[in-house]
């Protein structure tokens, strides 16, 4: 028989269950009490802060999001250049758990670019050491499928140039520690990196649309005349702001390649030239201001060399035949300009050259200036063969503000790289008459519609220039197969407003140029398109309505035989 044992049910009285909704009401307002304390030590924390810490407050706020390095932007606002944060790769050795020779070979597959001994050699080395700084998402990724713990992908503030080659010589680039080592990075390093003003990107004068057209144009010439590398600016003649800088070769400032220091160099203001017969037109405008040149219809003798302390001047194609000024011009006559430059004399053909500053680097904000080769003997020799480009060298940049101070009214002002805005530009100082300057934009503009610049006349924007083949000085004289061709431009010349200079070092004569090395057939054709291009993105429009009043001197010009 069983027995079954129950336990008698719980009998709470009233007293004891008011005895535990009272314990629970005492718990419940503790928990109030905490909770409005720390409520209360939260809002008088806020307080505090909003009463005594609002200096520092701003601070923080105003510096959060200020880059390093401030950006670099074109003048519509396009970046240039800008700081990022990107990944690096990197490797320590003493922590790999593979074999080296099998992450070597992981390692090549992923950067094909660099030697797999050179993998090798980090993976084996005694400290760590980059595999790959500025690497991208896509390489990160596949270095980590590896799955080594002897890699790691420390973040770092990278310096990237969207554009790539785009005006590459104008930016430069900073170094390993983040400094500013050539062009605008090196030139503006202290803008970029002080806290005052790194907020607010940099503005340059360049506008990246032409700046791309004239790296266009004129490397397509270079290739297709199988040059040595070419030279080319685009200046405002009234502000000298510089809208577009070019020099080939050039390089990718995002990846530096060792060994090629070539490419690195600015061949516009840092490259000398003989310039040739650009400078003709300076020398004649010279000529005027002095009152050696007072007619346009006097001629002078070109029928032979003209002999000087046993040198004797030539001309590439003599006339033979007496020339005024503007037929001087026009077939780009040595004899007569040195004759001319003879009778200017030494003191004032100096006077010119030093006023131009041909007699120091060039003005522009870059390091990467050249001091030009100033002759050593201003004789009567050196006079004449300076008047025409000889005997003296200077980088390209020298010789366009030279131009844009010919055609703007007078008035030489330096090169500047920053955009001036509402700022006025520099005051500059006179250095040709106003007059000498109408005159000189008459004679540039005969010199392409009727002269050896034929082959920059851009349809409608009126464009004016001297071609220039020089040949490059070597050992013992001068190489005569290796030229330096040069047109130097302007337009539109019934009211200049930029400077067209393009160069190109050591053309070809090929099918490309008609068998043809000199300026006329190599560097004013890239003129012609760079301002059919670029004329309308600088607001320049076509209209062959409009030219240059010359009707006063091609009647001077002999055409068919005779005087027109």
């Known amino acids: 028989m069983n027995t079954l044992v129950v336990r008698p049910a719980r009998v709470r ?29 939260v809002s008088a924390r806020l307080l505090t802060f909003a009463l005594f810490d609002t200096a520092s407050g701003h601070r923080s706020a105003s510096t959060a999001f200020v880059p390093a390095r401030a950006d670099i932007v074109d003048r519509n606002g396009v970046p240039l250049a800008r700081t990022i944060d990107g990944y690096s790769i990197r490797v320590v050795p003493s922590k790999l758990l593979n074999d080296p020779q099998y992450l070597a070979t992981e390692l090549h597959r992923i950067f094909p670019d660099m030697p797999r001994e050179e993998l090798l050699a980090k993976l084996t080395g005694p400290r760590a050491t980059y595999i790959r700084r500025r690497a991208l998402p896509d390489q990160v990724a596949a270095v980590n499928a590896i799955g080594d713990i002897g890699f790691d992908f420390p973040r770092e503030k990278e310096r990237l140039y969207p554009q790539l080659t785009l005006a590459a010589h104008v930016l430069g680039f900073i170094n390993a520690d983040g400094e500013g080592v050539t062009g605008v990075e090196g030139a503006f390093e202290n803008r970029l990196t002080d806290k005052a003003t790194r907020a607010e990107p940099l503005t340059l004068s360049i506008d990246a649309r032409v700046q791309g057209v004239l790296e266009s144009e004129l490397g397509s010439a270079v290739t297709n005349l199988e040059a040595i590398g070419g030279a080319g600016i685009i200046l405002d003649v009234h502000t000298g702001e510089v809208l577009a800088m070019t020099s080939l070769p050039t390089y990718n400032p995002n990846k530096l390649v060792g060994g090629n220091m070539a490419a690195r160099r600015n061949a516009v203001t840092y490259n000398l030239y003989e310039l040739g017969s650009t400078f003709k037109p300076l020398t004649i405008g010279a000529a005027i201001d002095n009152g050696v040149v007072t007619s346009m219809a006097k001629r002078y003798d070109a029928t032979k060399p003209l002999a000087i302390a046993g040198f004797r001047i030539r001309d590439s194609h003599m006339m033979n035949r007496w020339l005024n000024v503007p037929e001087t011009l026009i077939h780009s006559s040595n004899i007569v300009t040195a004759q001319i430059g003879d009778q200017l004399g030494r003191e004032k053909m100096e006077e010119l050259f030093r006023s131009l500053e041909f007699d120091g680097r060039p003005h522009i904000e870059l390091k990467e200036r050249a001091f030009p080769l100033w002759p050593r003997d201003w004789g009567r020799v050196t006079t004449m063969t300076t008047s025409y480009g000889h005997g003296i060298a200077v980088t390209p940049l020298h010789l366009a503000s030279a131009y844009a101070a010919l055609v703007n009214g007078g008035i030489w002002r330096p090169a500047t790289l920053l955009k001036l805005g509402d700022k006025a530009p520099p005051e500059g100082r006179r250095v040709f008459k106003a007059s000498t300057s109408a005159r000189m934009r008459q004679l540039l503009r005969l010199i392409v519609s009727d002269g050896t610049g034929r082959n920059a006349d851009a349809p409608g924007f009126r464009v004016g220039g001297k071609t220039g083949s020089a040949e490059k000085p070597g050992a013992g004289g001068y190489r005569r197969h290796s030229l330096v061709s040069t047109f130097s431009a302007a337009f539109p010349m019934d009211n200049p407003r930029y400077v067209v200079l393009v160069m190109i070092d050591e053309p070809k004569g090929n099918a490309f140029s008609s068998g043809q090395r000199t300026a006329g057939y190599t560097a004013a054709p890239v003129v012609k398109q760079v301002v059919m291009r670029a004329g309308p993105m600088l607001g320049v429009f076509p209209d062959e309505s409009r030219d240059v009043d010359v009707s006063e001197l091609t009647p001077l010009l002999w055409k068919n035989g005779k005087e027109d």
């Not at 009285?13 to 905490?34: D, E, F, K, P, S």
């Open 13 to 41: 009285t009233a007293g004891v269950r008011q005895q535990i909704l009272l314990t629970a009401q005492q718990r419940l307002m503790i928990l109030m009490l905490l909770f409005m304390a720390a409520f209360f030590l």
